[in-house]
């Protein structure tokens, strides 16, 4: 795994959450999903009904993880037309006033992105919003990106799997097809995403963010989760309902390292994700700590909250502050 690139990297701030950079100098933002299909808080999709106290206290629980683990948050809700999502994003813009959570519109049709977007643009909040996703496979490409760039869209996720080469040069050659198109506009944030297809085969991902930081140091990661929970069933059967959690947190863990952001599914699985993640962040840094003499920078960074014993006992080493200690033989 390559951890230092010669090109210099893209550091991105999306409503202060801090994306991008070398690897280990900042934590993966965190993207999980709400009213997703299934999600048992949605009452009815047709009318846009939710359970707010639920939803409220899940956005809550977010804000305090973000807090305690220093790995930064984003909501990305799922919705099958642009009415509901508006809903869904009036609720969020309205919970999140203190914390300016950044947010997502995630949705596969542009008659659902179009009108999200809209809203978005109307409530003057382009600043804390991602537009998921444009997408290498989308016919009319070009014109979406052109129309999502006159409203004012700053951030942007790309979608990135070439069927014809489905290993880590297929996503970096998508990106070359699609970065003429975006280059006119100035995106603010480009997050590449590298397709997690099948979870056997996840860390191909990780190789193409490799690639992509190393062409165009951009922030790349992925979508882990998609791998997980199609293989929910398989990973129950061995061993029920903790075999399928340690599947996830095991998945997304290794699928942080060198990632500049990750999608972990539903928000509902954050209480188990987050520690997960935070110490697999805390190891990576050690790693670099260890080859380049360097420590996070980052203030929030999970190894400066989470172990600042250990990171001042490793600060004073590399500054050459001998410790002392009886029992070292002389």
């Not at 642009?82 to 519109?105: H, L, R, W």
């Not at 290498?136 to 014109?143: G, S, V």
């Not at 942007?156 to 880590?168: H, K």
């Not at 947190?249 to 972990?264: F, I, K, Q």
Request: with cysteine; aromatic share 10%; glycine share 8%.
């Amino acid at each position: 795994m390559k951890t230092r690139f010669e090109k210099e990297q893209k550091v991105c701030n999306l409503s202060g959450r801090i994306v991008g950079g070398q690897p280990g100098s900042n934590p993966p933002l965190m993207i999980g999903n709400m009213f997703w299909p299934g999600d048992k808080i949605v009452e009815s999709r047709k009318e846009g009904k939710f359970d707010r106290e639920a939803a409220t206290a899940q956005i809550r629980r977010l804000e305090e993880l973000e807090k305690t683990t220093g790995l930064p948050s984003l909501v990305d809700m799922v919705a099958n037309t642009g009415d509901e999502m508006k809903k869904y994003i009036d609720f969020f813009v309205e919970t999140t006033v203190e914390s300016q959570m950044p947010f997502a519109s995630d949705a596969y049709m542009t008659k659902v992105k179009r009108p999200a977007a809209e809203h978005v643009a109307s409530l003057g909040q382009m600043d804390r919003y991602l537009y998921n996703s444009l997408s290498f496979w989308e016919k009319d490409l070009e014109k979406e990106i052109e129309e999502i760039a006159k409203l004012g869209v700053k951030h942007v996720v790309v979608g990135l799997w070439d069927a014809q080469d489905d290993f880590s040069t297929g996503r970096l050659k998508c990106l070359d097809k699609m970065m003429p198109l975006l280059e006119p506009y100035n995106f603010e944030t480009i997050l590449c995403d590298t397709s997690v297809m099948h979870l056997p085969t996840a860390m191909i991902c990780n190789n193409s963010m490799q690639l992509i930081k190393e062409k165009y140091g951009l922030p790349a990661g992925s979508g882990p989760a998609n791998g997980v929970y199609m293989w929910m069933k398989q990973a129950q059967e061995i061993g029920g309902k903790d075999a399928f959690k340690g599947v996830d947190v095991a998945t997304e863990a290794v699928a942080s390292l060198g990632a500049d952001w990750l999608m972990y599914g539903p928000v509902e699985a954050m209480d188990r994700i987050f520690p997960g993640v935070a110490i697999a962040q805390c190891n990576f840094a050690s790693l670099i700590m260890d080859e380049y003499k360097e420590l996070p920078q980052n203030p929030s960074h999970p190894f400066n909250l989470l172990f600042p014993d250990v990171v001042k006992e490793f600060n004073d080493k590399l500054a050459g502050v001998e410790k002392k200690r009886k029992w070292l033989r002389k």
